[in-house]
Structures are given as structure tokens and as C-alpha cells.
């Protein structure tokens, strides 16, 4: 196998000094958002900061018009506002107080929900990557893919920090065609979300096929390790891109 790109690939990129990431209850997976449900609700929770006088939970105060502002969505206050109320009904949030048009929002998970339902992260970088390369709805629909993606990713091994799986797996997670899964999957590689390898991998003694294997752009070394060593996942003969 050629490792001049694996090598070369990543080698000028630089892990954000700031770690900072958003710890995400495994009980949204369960709620049947859509991507754009899915992003608002990453959206909103990555601006929350904690208060440790009130049960420890995150919360945001923040306005509709805020929240159309930040996002770009001119003609979005309609959808931005049933979003909230599904929030709401599916017990993912509350709205504890609102003082004029601005809501005090409260997260319904906590410590205890999540050692007992498990969590994922999402990760500030990432979010503000796609935040300032995309606008309007379409940023919300690429934050929930994001969290989708993260959903599969398990942080205590190096291998178990990649996705070496099929994009219909996604499509399941997501609930969504394989080709929207791979259209979502390109702009993330485009835009440098996503760290991605390009490979060719065996099927067979006698049959090979092309595909892409991903992680988490601060997770690209790892990535770079894991097909290198060989020892995980798919038998991989040649990295092409």
C-alpha cells in the first residue's frame, strides 16, 4: 500500500487548542427528530451555560429573533417556533420563564439521565465549522447530521473513534435516504467537518471495492493510525484519496 497521502493527508493540520464539546443524552436518539429538529436542539444546547443554583441543569435565554438572527433563516419563525413547542412535548426541554419575547430555556437532562441513558459529544469546533459555511435552514439540517454522526462515534478506544461503516447505517440512524446520507457526507468532506480516507478494501480474496472511512476532523491522526495499522475493521490495499 502507497502511504504518501495517508501520511501527507493531515499532516499540516493543527487540534484546536480549546476542546470545548456538548455532552448529548442518548434519549434524543430515541424522539424520532428530524435533521432540522435534530440541529436546533444542538443549536440551542452548544449556547447554554450551566447553573449550578438550579439542580445543575443547562440552561439559554435567548429570543425566536435571536435565534433566526444566529441561524440566518429570515422566513424561519414559524418553523423555529414548533420546533421549540416539539421540543417541549417530547420532554427534551422547558420553557421556564419568558420575560417579553425572551424564553428562559431549560434542559430536561441531568447527571443522573445521563449515566443512566448513556451520552454522545458534539464538539464547539466542529459546530462553529459548519455554523460559518452554511446559513438558514440548511445549517440547522448539517448540525443534526453532525449529531447523528457523533451518535456512532465511541471515544475510548482509538479504533472505536472512527466510522468504518456504510453509509446506509446513517440512513437508519437518520432516517433518511442513502442519497441525501451521501450529499450530506460530501459537504462535510468539502468543508473540512470531517476527516475522511478514501480506500480501497478487500470483499474477497478475488474482490475488491472503494469507500470512504471517516472520523472527526480533530480525531484525523487517529484515523491516519487506524488504517495504517491494519489490525481493525476493513482489509484496506491502497489509500487513493
Known amino acids: 500500500m502507497n502511504k504518501k497521502i495517508l501520511k501527507n493527508k493531515y499532516k ?14 442518548t434519549k434524543v ?23 449550578n443554583l438550579k439542580g445543575k ?26 420546533m421549540i413547542q416539539k421540543l417541549v412535548l417530547l420532554k427534551l426541554i422547558e420553557i421556564e420563564s419568558k420575560c417579553g419575547k425572551t424564553l428562559e430555556i431549560v434542559f430536561l437532562d441531568d447527571e443522573k439521565s445521563l449515566l443512566n441513558n448513556g451520552y454522545f459529544k458534539v464538539y464547539a469546533h466542529s459546530i462553529n465549522a459548519i455554523v460559518n459555511s452554511s446559513n438558514g435552514k440548511q445549517k440547522l439540517n448539517y448540525l443534526g447530521f453532525y449529531a447523528y454522526f457523533r451518535s456512532t462515534i465511541f471515544e475510548n478506544t482509538e479504533e472505536s473513534a472512527v466510522y468504518d461503516k456504510s453509509p446506509l447505517y446513517l440512513s437508519k440512524v437518520c432516517d433518511m435516504s442513502y442519497s ?12 473540512n467537518i470531517l476527516a475522511s480516507f478514501y480506500v ?12 470512504y472511512i471517516y472520523a472527526d476532523m480533530h480525531d484525523c491522526q487517529k484515523l491516519v493510525k487506524y488504517i495504517n ?6 482489509v484496506i490495499t491502497e489509500v487513493l484519496e
Open 29 to 51: 436518539l430515541t424522539k424520532a427528530l428530524n435533521n432540522t429538529e435534530m440541529g436546533l436542539y444542538i443549536f440551542l444546547k452548544a449556547q447554554s451555560g450551566r447553573n
Open 57 to 82: 441543569q443547562l440552561r439559554l435565554k435567548i429570543s425566536v429573533g435571536q435565534i433566526i438572527t444566529a441561524i440566518g433563516w429570515r422566513l424561519g419563525t414559524k418553523s423555529i417556533n414548533n
Open 12 to 25: 499540516k493540520y493543527e487540534t484546536p487548542q480549546n476542546m470545548l464539546f456538548t455532552v448529548i443524552d
Open 229 to 234: 495499522d491494519g489490525r481493525y475493521g476493513s
Open 180 to 191: 441525501n446520507i451521501r450529499n450530506y457526507l460530501q459537504w462535510m468532506r468539502e468543508n
Open 200 to 211: 480501497r478494501a478487500m470483499r474477497t480474496e478475488s474482490m475488491c471495492y472503494n469507500k
